[in-house]
Structure formats: C-alpha cells, structure tokens
C-alpha cells in the first residue's frame, strides 16, 4: 500500500473523529445509503419493513450494523501501515461480501463516498481529505477480492 507515515497519521486523526461517535455516525451511514439508494436495501432481508429514515434511525439492527460497518472500517484503519494486517481483513471480508451474501461491489464505492460526505459535512474539507486515500485503498482492494472471489 502506499500510505506515507504522514498519510497513516491523517488518516488515523480523520477517523478518530469519526469512530468517536461510531454508534450514530454509522447509522448516519447506512440510512443515507437506504434512501439514497434504496435498492442497497434489497441486501438486508430484516431492513425491508423499514420505510421510513426514522424507522431506520431507531432501529437496533440498523445501529448494530451501522457500528459494526464503523467499526471494521476502524480495524482497516489501524492496520495501514502494515499491509499483510489489511489484506488479513479486508479479503475475507469481501470475499464473504461476494460469495456468501452476493452483494454488488459497487455497494462499497457507494458507502465509502457516504462516510467521506459525512466527514466533510460534520468535521470540515480536511477531514474528508486526509481521509479520501484510505476509501480508495479500501474499494481497490475488495474489488480485487471480489474478482478472486470470481465476479
């Protein structure tokens, strides 16, 4: 990967911020995602009922996965600065993503461009910046293990 020690430590200080309050800020996440996207909906059986943001909002389900949406993402997020940590993540996650729930990787794109507004809007331009690297090293590398994965 190619992330600079300057790079890690913007990165790691972008996400601190956010990982603070990742409880709320993934539910942020996926809600937006929902309604923006409602067909990304289709994946989570449980989310269907829901129609409303408020509905989603409130729901422990949602929350629960908001979190732990966040909370990988924080895992990924301490290993930059070792790559084989990283991949040790981020491939089977994906490759769970693309064989056993079959959901589209361009869910990823779209989650990851959500949480970079959600930085932008809640901690400023910087945030979003210093944070924009690891999104795209994050949707690199599980296409790359979707296409292993046989998509």
Request: proline share 2%.
């Given at each position: 990967?190619?992330?600079?020690?300057?790079?890690?430590?913007?990165?790691?200080?972008?996400?601190?911020?956010?990982?603070?309050?990742?409880?709320?800020?993934?539910?942020?996440?996926?809600?937006?995602?929902?309604?923006?996207?409602?067909?990304?909906?289709?994946?989570?059986?449980?989310?269907?009922?829901?129609?409303?943001?408020?509905?989603?909002?409130?729901?422990?389900?949602?929350?629960?996965?908001?979190?732990?949406?966040?909370?990988?993402?924080?895992?990924?997020?301490?290993?930059?600065?070792?790559?084989?940590?990283?991949?040790?993540?981020?491939?089977?996650?994906?490759?769970?993503?693309?064989?056993?729930?079959?959901?589209?990787?361009?869910?990823?794109?779209?989650?990851?461009?959500?949480?970079?507004?959600?930085m932008e809007e809640k901690y400023g331009g910087d945030c979003k910046a210093s944070f924009?690297?690891?999104?795209?090293?994050?949707?690199?590398?599980?296409?790359?293990?979707?296409?292993?994965?046989?998509?």
């Open positions: 990967m190619a992330f600079s020690e300057a790079d890690v430590q913007r990165a790691r200080g972008a996400w601190e911020k956010m990982y603070a309050n990742a409880e709320d800020n993934g539910t942020t996440v996926l809600v937006r995602m929902f309604t923006e996207h409602p067909d990304t909906k289709s994946y989570f059986t449980h989310f269907k009922g829901m129609g409303t943001a408020e509905e989603m909002e409130q729901s422990d389900q949602v929350r629960s996965h908001g979190k732990r949406v966040l909370t990988t993402i924080n895992d990924l997020v301490q290993h930059l600065d070792s790559t084989d940590a990283f991949l040790g993540i981020v491939n089977p996650l994906g490759k769970k993503h693309a064989v056993q729930l079959k959901v589209d990787p361009k869910n990823f794109r779209i989650i990851c461009d959500i949480i970079l507004q959600l924009e690297k690891v999104t795209n090293e994050i949707c690199t590398r599980l296409n790359n293990a979707y296409k292993e994965a046989g998509w």
